[in-house]
């Protein structure tokens, strides 16, 4: 993971434009957004993917919904709503190798997804 372009940016070798962080979290506006607000939420541990968290990850997961939460309501569309997504390995369209929520807002979203 040591290559991963997500942990580079935890660790500020590239830029991002964060929204928030703290000593478990980073979240940060998507390169490439879906929707009017797009940003990705991601642990600091490095973990590839919803597959490789464990019981003892419970509190970050946890942690991670909760700063979700805080974003949405402190960026002003919790009102209005907003969907989370994990892609998760190749079937479920996961390009980077590090575990990431993307959370997506500003516009009504289809159901089903592609
Ligand atoms: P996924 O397909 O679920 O792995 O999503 C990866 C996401 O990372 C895509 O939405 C990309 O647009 C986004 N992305 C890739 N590189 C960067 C970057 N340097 N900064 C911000 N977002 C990025």
Not at 36 to 44: M, S
Not at 80 to 93: I, K
């Given at each position: ?24 979290v ?17 642990p ?8 490789d ?30 969907r989370?997504?994990v ?28």
């Amino acid at each position: 993971m040591e290559n991963c372009i997500f942990t580079k940016i935890i660790r500020k070798e590239i830029p991002a434009k964060i929204v928030h962080e703290d000593d478990q979290v980073l979240a940060f506006h998507d390169i490439k957004p879906q929707a009017p607000i797009h940003i990705l939420v991601i642990p600091k541990k490095e973990l590839v993917s919803l597959e490789d968290l464990t019981s003892e990850d419970q509190m970050l997961v946890g942690h991670i919904y909760m700063t979700i939460q805080k974003i949405a309501r402190s960026m002003g569309f919790a009102e209005a709503g907003y969907r989370v997504v994990v892609n998760c390995r190749d079937d479920g369209g996961q390009e980077v190798p590090h575990l990431h929520f993307h959370l997506l807002a500003g516009r009504g979203l289809k159901w089903p997804p592609g």
